[in-house]
Structures are given as structure tokens and as C-alpha cells.
């Protein structure tokens, strides 16, 4: 059972670069997550995803973009990464929105 | 925005003593998670406490949710280096079903 999967684990991009973030789960959960940490500042919600088809912003959606693919999968879109991006981003669901969350291992993003 | 904030930030202690950590707000939670995230890893949760003044053991982790339902505690008896980690608390509203996390206690366990 592998949980919440997310891609790549580690990725290094020029200032003004795009990318894409993928998160996958298995649990067939309604929500879905996106949050990033930094030292000291805990985890911050980017964007979420209460149920299929839906998407609402975090605390800190700028420079974001997100898609609800699917029930399974959810992806963080960075269309001109900054060095502020530089952090670790984790993915995460949950059966429904404020239940107990499942965490990918995240992908430690740096920004040149 | 309701903010959690925990306390102490980094606390670095021997194996074998005991630790209790702090997670407090001037909002009230209609239930609080405890989340432990160990180095290169995602957060687990670890206990949700639901009800004002309850209070939940998982072995030698002990979970407190205050009468007013605004802050907690989590004490751990005879800590042990697998207890190392990063420790996280996080509120749910009332309502809209938001869950806030707080900033974290970073513990170390020395052997």
C-alpha cells in the first residue's frame, strides 16, 4: 500500500523556470493538499482540494497554480519559480477535509 | 488566520528524562492533531484529541487538550532516542473544517 506518493524527491531550478510537482494517493481520499515548510515557519497550506473537482486557496497561493486531475491525483504547477520557492513541499489527503491527514515524503525544491 | 504557536522551539534533553511541550492559541479548536515528522520524511499523525480536558496515552506520550479547547500538551515519560523528531500540533475551526499547523518543537534525544 503505498499511501501518498509524490514526484521528484529532490529538484534544482533556474529563477524564471516552470516545473510541475506530482502527488498521487491510493487511499481513495476526497481532499488533497499542498503545503510547504520552511525553518521556523512550520507548514503552510498552499492550495487544496476539499473533494474532486475542486480547488481553494491556502495561505500562500501566489506564484502556485494546482490541478485536480483526478480523484487520485493532484499536482503544484510553479509557471516562474523564484528563489522565495526554495523549500520542501509536501503533499497530503485526508478521508475529508480536517480529518487526520497522510503525508507524501515531500520533494526538497532549490532555486537558483 | 488563528495561529498556534509551540513551545519550546528546540529542546535537546537525555534519554531517560522526561519533557513536556507546548501548543497554545487564543482561538478555541473544535479538536487538535498531533503530528511527529522524523528527518527526510512526511508528518504521522500520532493522537487527536477531541474533547475539552481529555487526555490520551500512547505508551510513554501523553496527549492533553485544555478545558477551554485553546491549547495542549504532550509530555513524554523517560524519552528515548527514537523519539527524536519534529512535533506538530494542528488546530481544526469550528465549522469550515480548516486545520492550522503550528510552527513545531524541534526534540533531540541524546543518547
Known amino acids: 500500500n503505498a499511501g501518498v506518493t509524490q514526484t521528484p524527491k529532490f529538484q534544482v531550478l533556474k529563477t524564471g523556470q516552470s516545473m510541475t510537482l506530482q502527488c498521487a494517493q491510493d487511499m481513495n481520499h476526497n481532499s488533497m493538499y499542498w503545503y510547504r515548510q520552511d525553518p521556523g515557519m512550520g507548514l503552510r497550506l498552499i492550495y487544496y482540494s476539499a473533494s474532486e473537482g475542486t480547488t481553494d486557496k491556502g495561505e500562500v497561493p501566489n506564484g502556485y497554480n494546482v490541478s485536480r486531475l483526478n480523484k487520485r491525483e493532484f499536482s503544484l504547477r510553479l ?15 485526508s478521508v475529508w477535509r480536517g480529518y487526520e491527514q497522510y503525508f507524501g515524503p515531500g520533494t526538497r525544491l532549490t532555486v537558483t | 488566520t488563528q495561529l ?20 497554545n492559541s487564543s482561538s478555541v479548536f473544535s479538536s487538535l492533531q498531533w503530528y511527529r515528522q522524523e528527518p527526510g ?17 500512547l505508551k510513554r506520550l501523553t496527549f492533553q487538550f485544555g478545558d ?17 523528531g519534529l512535533y506538530l500540533c494542528a488546530g481544526k475551526d469550528f465549522g469550515n473544517e480548516k486545520l492550522t499547523f503550528g510552527t513545531g518543537t524541534r526534540l533531540t534525544i541524546i543518547p
Do not use: M
Request: hydrophobic content about 35%.
Open chain 2, 41 to 57: 520524511e512526511g508528518p504521522v499523525l500520532l493522537v487527536t484529541v477531541v474533547t475539552g480536558g481529555e487526555v490520551k496515552k
Open chain 1, 79 to 93: 509557471e516562474s519559480a523564484a528563489p522565495s520557492q526554495t523549500s520542501v513541499y509536501f503533499c497530503a489527503s
Open chain 2, 68 to 84: 477551554a479547547r485553546k491549547d495542549s500538551s504532550l509530555h513524554i515519560t523517560a524519552a528515548q532516542p527514537g523519539d527524536t
Open chain 2, 4 to 23: 498556534l504557536e509551540q513551545s519550546p522551539q528546540f529542546l535537546s534533553i537525555q534519554e531517560g528524562e522526561n519533557l513536556t511541550v507546548y501548543c
